[in-house]
């Protein structure tokens, strides 16, 4: 059986939770804000390669549309598996 822990401990154990947490919410806000701006550029680069045109695939879909479904793609992956992560960290019980 495990002792109990002391007030300290506790909050010790608390601010570790919530520090891990946010390490883990600002990483990940790191590499989508670098994903998204990756993604701008190539866009950025193919509209200069192309001209100012917006090209169209199969007569239907415009190169913007294809870009803006990866933005999307990126920000909800990134969404569900940042909330995931986060609470991952924060349910963790950290090392003292």
Not at 30 to 35: D, E, M, P, R
Not at 38 to 62: C, M, N, Q
């Amino acid at each position: 059986m495990t002792d109990p822990l002391s007030a300290k401990e506790r909050s010790k154990e608390a601010s570790l939770r919530v520090l891990h947490a946010l390490i883990e919410l600002l990483a990940h806000s790191i590499v989508v804000a670098v994903l998204l701006g990756t993604i701008r550029l190539i866009e950025v680069l193919v509209h200069w390669l192309w001209g100012t045109s917006d090209y169209v695939f199969f007569e239907r879909v415009k190169l913007k549309y294809v870009f803006d479904g990866a933005d999307l793609a990126i920000l909800v992956g990134f969404v569900i598996w940042g909330v995931y992560s986060v609470v991952a960290a924060y349910v963790r019980k950290p090392k003292l």
